[in-house]
């Protein structure tokens, strides 16, 4: 009986963490159109990002929920790890785990705290120097800004560096973790196939995407 809750507790944490990477993808696919816009259009970059930084219901709901979703997702990601570490035997150590598994499958802790200390650099980059901007210095809207702001921020090279190698690695996490969320969740069906094909195309595009935003500021500033 102890053995069955405990199971049921395992299925529901894996289920909770892939649904909270699903909508932590969701957010990333919005952040990367907005942010592509500033390669082709300042100014409707700097209207959108105008629009997303002075919404109520965006700052005052949907970001704290994704505060917490990122919060929650890298949590249950550190428990999960912990608690298959633990229950593997000591003799799992010799095997090659290579032949059988991908790095990505294998190291999903590892490229997802370098995630987390790049979401550290990114708050600290864009986030916390808004909420100063609005709420601690209480400066005039100026709707003209965010292009400028964005730009500056790839001017270093290291910066520039550190973003496109958290992008790759993110890369990586998201390939695993899409197809792994499906399965978590029980999805499997006629359309597994094609939803594992977008997934890859995801773990792509996206990430990929974000590096060109960088290195084209980066190289055109």
Not at 69 to 85: P, Q, T
Not at 158 to 163: E, G, P, Q, S
Request: net charge positive; proline share 4%; with cysteine.
């Amino acid at each position: 009986m102890a053995k069955s809750a405990l199971l049921k507790s395992s299925i529901a944490k894996k289920v909770a963490m892939a649904l909270s990477g699903l909508f932590l993808m969701l957010f990333l696919a919005q952040h990367f159109f907005i942010n592509m816009t500033s390669v082709f259009s300042p100014d409707t970059f700097n209207s959108i990002s105008h629009f997303m930084g002075n919404n109520p219901l965006v700052q005052f709901v949907i970001q704290p929920i994704l505060i917490v979703g990122v919060i929650f997702h890298f949590i249950m990601g550190f428990v999960l790890d912990f608690k298959n570490r633990s229950a593997r035997p000591i003799a799992y150590a010799k095997n090659n785990g290579a032949a059988n598994s991908s790095w990505a499958s294998r190291n999903m802790i590892i490229s997802g705290s370098v995630i987390l200390a790049f979401l550290g650099l990114h708050f600290y980059d864009f986030w916390v120097p808004e909420m100063v901007y609005k709420y601690v210095a209480f400066n005039p809207l100026d709707e003209t800004r965010y292009f400028h702001e964005l730009a500056e921020k790839f001017e270093s090279p290291l910066r520039t560096a550190l973003y496109c190698i958290s992008f790759v690695l993110l890369s990586l996490h998201l390939k695993h973790g899409f197809s792994s969320s499906f399965q978590s969740v029980g999805f499997n069906n006629k359309y597994s196939k094609g939803l594992k094909n977008f997934g890859l195309a995801f773990a792509f595009v996206i990430p990929f995407g974000f590096i060109f935003i960088a290195l084209f500021h980066h190289f055109n500033h």
